[in-house]
């Protein structure tokens, strides 16, 4: 009798194990978001015309049939599917650097209206995005603001996320997002581009965002034989950016117009003659009131121990023929904003010149250097900043704050 109380026992114990351990494997099971294939990462980029097109690239993490986005003028309507147009997407297998296998889609609307808000939504008839709005450029002279950061890089999700949430609330209705490079630590990681777009929420599917890469974004291919670093092989297919640049660059090296300014985006790791060749003849042909260059190294170090002599040999006589008004970079963890340069010296704010800007909005932070001090007007270190800058006719106003949204630095630039 006591024996088999104590099998029973022991078999009642047993029961109750295996129940709580499918209970758990169920609930656990059960919290797991289950994956399919909606789109994520979606992002909208400007192209070389933004008041007629725009571009939108999101990927997937299995292939799906039809392909597709869908847009229509944004109205009051609650079924935007009625007045929707379909255009096909074009699809790109990825293989991460882990061995899984991801799909990219990229399209470009074209043929849009000027200054018109649009709606539209990315996927196929299984799976499908929100619907999402933005705005097309005018096509005349007209004033507007865009953010411009320097290097994310580091503690992407955990710190740049609150300089990205900072930035949109201070300048919800800016028409773009620039960065000018070092935007994660390592290109090549699939999971640090996931921590970018997490900080970013949803911001970029409705503020388009500008790129160019910086010296991170260059390194050799994972797997790869040939150890001489290259343009990362994920940037391509998770951007869709003017291919308007050199051979060999585009989308990495490319220019667009914008009501009255010029925007031309340099690529400081390679072909850096070809570059400067082209930038020539881009600003020869340059009809915008304003000409704005970005680029990731900068031409007056502001870190320690850093300088960069072959880029001022090669384009700083190209801004100083063609009066480039400002140049956004970022690479040296510091911020530093110069006079109005003309052949490396200081000109008076009413004289033809450039002024030239450092900046970052990671956590990543270098001592400072002092061989340009003396052509600074500031130049500090340890703050995560974003700038907003706003342009209109005869003036360009430009603003950099911190991460609590607090004016740090500003300046304004005229024209007659």
Not at 100 to 126: C, H, M, W
Not at 267 to 294: F, Y
Request: charged share 20%; net charge positive.
């Amino acid at each position: 009798m006591v024996y088999a109380k104590s099998l029973r026992y022991r078999y009642g114990k047993v029961l109750f194990v295996f129940f709580v351990l499918s209970l758990s494997s169920y609930l656990l099971y059960a919290a797991q978001p289950q994956l399919d294939n909606s789109p994520e990462r979606i992002i909208l980029n400007l192209t070389a015309t933004p008041a007629n097109s725009v571009a939108v690239t999101w990927r997937t993490n299995a292939a799906v049939i039809n392909p597709q986005a869908q847009i229509t003028l944004a109205n009051e309507s609650t079924d935007l599917t009625k007045s929707a147009k379909t255009v096909p997407a074009k699809t790109e297998s990825v293989q991460l650097d882990n061995g899984t296998t991801v799909y990219q889609y990229s399209v470009i609307f074209d043929a849009l209206k000027p200054n018109t808000l649009y709606a539209y939504r990315v996927g196929n008839e299984k799976y499908w995005s929100e619907w999402n709005q933005f705005r097309t450029a005018t096509d005349t002279i007209a004033a507007f603001k865009f953010i411009y950061f320097g290097d994310p890089q580091n503690d992407i999700k955990s710190m740049c996320s609150r300089i990205f949430r900072a930035a949109y609330t201070k300048a919800p209705d800016a028409r773009f997002w620039l960065i000018t490079g070092d935007i994660v630590n390592n290109g090549n990681k699939d999971e640090l581009w996931a921590e970018l777009y997490d900080a970013f929420g949803w911001i970029p599917r409705m503020t388009p965002i500008i790129l160019l890469p910086g010296n991170h974004e260059y390194l050799p291919k994972p797997g790869a034989t040939e150890t001489t670093p290259a343009l990362t092989y994920l940037w391509r297919p998770q951007f869709t950016l003017p291919e308007n640049g050199p051979a060999g660059l585009e989308e990495s090296v490319y220019y667009l117009d914008y009501q009255g300014v010029r925007l031309v985006m340099l690529n400081g790791n390679e072909k850096l003659e070809e570059q400067a060749q082209w930038l020539d003849s881009v600003l020869a042909k340059n009809q915008q009131r304003w000409t704005i260059v970005a680029i990731h190294q900068p031409f007056y170090s502001t870190a320690v121990n850093r300088d960069n002599p072959q880029l001022q040999k090669l384009f700083l006589p190209i801004f100083d023929k063609y009066t480039v008004d400002l140049v956004l970079q970022g690479h040296d963890h510091t911020y530093g904003r110069t006079y109005k340069l003309r052949n490396g010296k200081k000109v008076a704010d009413t004289e033809p010149g450039t002024v030239y800007v450092v900046s970052v909005s990671g956590t990543k932070v270098y001592g400072l250097g002092q061989k340009y001090k003396d052509v600074m007007v500031k130049m500090e270190n340890g703050r995560q900043l974003f700038q907003v800058i706003s342009v209109d006719k005869n003036s360009l106003s430009y603003e950099s704050y911190n991460a609590l949204g607090e004016l740090y630095d500003s300046f304004k630039l005229k024209k007659k």
